[in-house]
Structures are given as structure tokens and as C-alpha cells.
Nanobody
Framework: QVRLVESGGGLVQAGGSLRLSCAAS????????MGWYRQAPGKQRELVAA?????RTNYGDSVKGRFTISRDKNSVYLQMSSLKPEDTAVYYC??????????????WGQGTQVTVSS
């Protein structure tokens, strides 16, 4: 079994900062990509940021220059700065994990609410 546990969401004023954390645990052989998605009410889930095992990053257009993704072993972090009300959403951690040398699956965290007040 593999689990992704997120933390760090909450309520912040516009212009403020938050840091999200996500830790993967369980039967992990290796972790390939990790990242963050978000889903606002009435909208589709969208990519916020992703990072490969080699450290290559990719960001959604709406967060470029404001958010920074980083990774440490089996954890991934999202530093969010200059937050805007439109960043309000449930943020989901994501990981592509190999549980053996031949088995790769996608895993999701339970989600953490980020609310930015104007």
C-alpha cells in the first residue's frame, strides 16, 4: 500500500504565502514524477506544478513566477507566494510510483484546502 499525505493548507490573505507538503509512504520501490494539481468549485482539475525524478519542473501558466515546487526523497513541496483569490482551490498531491521494478501506478493525496481572501 502507498499513501500520500498532504499538509499545509489553510486561509491566507491575498498577497500572502503558504507552503504545502506531501509525503509518500508505503511499499515504494522508486518515485518518478511528483506534483500538485488543484480543483476549484465548478472547474476541472488543473496542473499547478510538477517535478521529475531528475529535478525538471513544469508549472501551470497561472502560477509561473509565484509558486515553486521542490522535492526531497519521498516528499514534495509547493511554496506559494503572492497568492490571489483565484488560487482558492483544493490542492492535490500526485506521484507516479513504482512499487516494484515492473509495476508503476499513479497515486493521489486526499487534498488540502487553500483559501485566499481578498
Amino acid at each position: 500500500q502507498v499513501r500520500l499525505v498532504e499538509s499545509g493548507g489553510g486561509l491566507v490573505q491575498a498577497g500572502g504565502s503558504l507552503r504545502l507538503s506531501c509525503a509518500a509512504s508505503g511499499s515504494i520501490f522508486s518515485i518518478n514524477g511528483m506534483g500538485w494539481y488543484r480543483q476549484a468549485p465548478g472547474k476541472q482539475r488543473e496542473l499547478v506544478a510538477a517535478i521529475t525524478s531528475g529535478g525538471r519542473t513544469n508549472y501551470g501558466d497561472s502560477v509561473k513566477g509565484r509558486f515553486t515546487i521542490s522535492r526531497d526523497k519521498n516528499s514534495v513541496y509547493l511554496q506559494m507566494s503572492s497568492l490571489k483569490p483565484e488560487d482558492t482551490a483544493v490542492y492535490y498531491c500526485y506521484a507516479r510510483i513504482m512499487t516494484s521494478i515492473v509495476r508503476e501506478s499513479d497515486y493521489w493525496g486526499q487534498g488540502t484546502q487553500v483559501t485566499v481572501s481578498s
